[in-house]
């Protein structure tokens, strides 16, 4: 099945939706970072979240969505640029095995506001560096990732919102919808549609979620519905790390720091977070880091003192 976002419109209703369904990108994210299970299906369902948030936004740039937490997830992050590339990790808190056990069912509350000081961050980042991002930061407030976003959406955004997901070890699924706000203040031409499409979102089961594709996902749903306005695209996992990026990062650090884990191991191995990429870098590497043309060996200078 091929990773596809879709987009529709029931304009009596004055109501949009979008479908998605990861396979492909999801079983490549899964594959890069073993965790418990109830932790990466949260994690998946945020993906899903995300692509069905960004999608909704009218912005050049890239939407990053995060829940800090103070269980035993620290962390969850994902990316997703408008083209439909996305990227995401989890970090767990360092008392934690990833293959300890955990309850099939632990809602993603228990996971990262076990102590009521979780929180939700959503940030804007615009492709033009000269823009400012934006960025909203509220406290954690729901069970699930779908309540936490409708109720990010109610509050932040006062978008009427409605959002089920769900995510197994293999694919990734979700549904969203948003009441319009109507034309020139008229009242939509269906005054109980919002309230019938919800009802009707209400019976989709975690397995059509995940298995059904979006085409097969509406007609079970909304076939009675006069939709019109469909549009598809492709959507795929893409880190965006690179040798480079690293390289500027250990720049950063300078070349004393660099040489002081020098002096404790052969090279420097960086591993990215979100693809699992390892990046080594041995003293040779690490000396043409801070070499600019015709200059002294920072390096070298800073081993031998």
């Known amino acids: ?55 909704t936004i009218q912005f050049d740039g890239q939407v990053i969505l995060q829940i800090h937490g ?18 995401a990790t989890v970090q767990l808190r360092d008392s934690v095995d990833p293959q300890s056990p955990m309850a099939p069912d632990t809602p993603l509350s228990a996971l990262v506001n076990a102590n009521g000081r979780g929180r939700f961050v959503v940030t804007l980042e615009p492709l033009d560096r000269t823009q400012p991002v934006t960025q909203g930061i509220v406290p954690f407030e729901g069970e699930s990732v779908a309540e936490v976003l409708e109720n990010y959406m109610a509050r932040s955004e006062q978008v009427p919102t409605r959002i089920w997901l769900a995510a197994n070890d293999t694919q990734v699924g979700g549904l969203l919808l948003q009441r319009l706000p109507t034309e020139g203040g008229k009242p939509a031409p269906d005054l109980d549609g919002w309230g019938r499409l919800q009802l009707l979102g209400e019976t989709v089961t975690p397995s059509e979620l995940c298995t059904l594709a979006p085409e097969q996902l509406l007609h079970r749903l909304f076939w009675q519905e006069a939709s019109n306005d469909h549009e598809q695209r492709a959507v795929r996992f893409a880190c965006r790390c690179s040798r ?23 090279d420097v191995e960086v591993r990215c977070e979100f693809c699992n990429q ?8 690490c000396a043409q880091l801070f070499r600019p043309e015709s200059a002294p060996d920072e390096l070298s200078a800073a081993i031998r003192h």
């Not at 990861?22 to 079983?27: I, K, M």
């Not at 390892?278 to 590497?285: E, G, L, T």
């Open 244 to 266: 480079e990026r690293v390289a500027d990062m250990l720049r950063m650090l300078g070349p004393e720091e660099i040489a002081s884990i020098l002096t404790e191991r052969p």
């Open 278 to 285: 390892p990046y080594a870098f041995d003293a040779v590497d």
């Open 70 to 87: 103070d269980g035993p997830v620290a962390i969850y992050v994902v990316e997703c640029a408008r083209n439909g590339h996305f990227r």
């Open 1 to 55: 099945m091929t990773d596809t976002l879709h987009r529709f419109l029931i304009r009596p209703a004055a109501v949009r939706g979008e479908v998605i369904t990861l396979t492909e990108s999801w079983r490549e994210i899964v594959a890069r970072h073993p965790i418990p299970p109830p932790v990466r299906d949260r994690l998946g369902e945020l993906c899903a979240a995300a692509l069905l948030l960004a999608a």
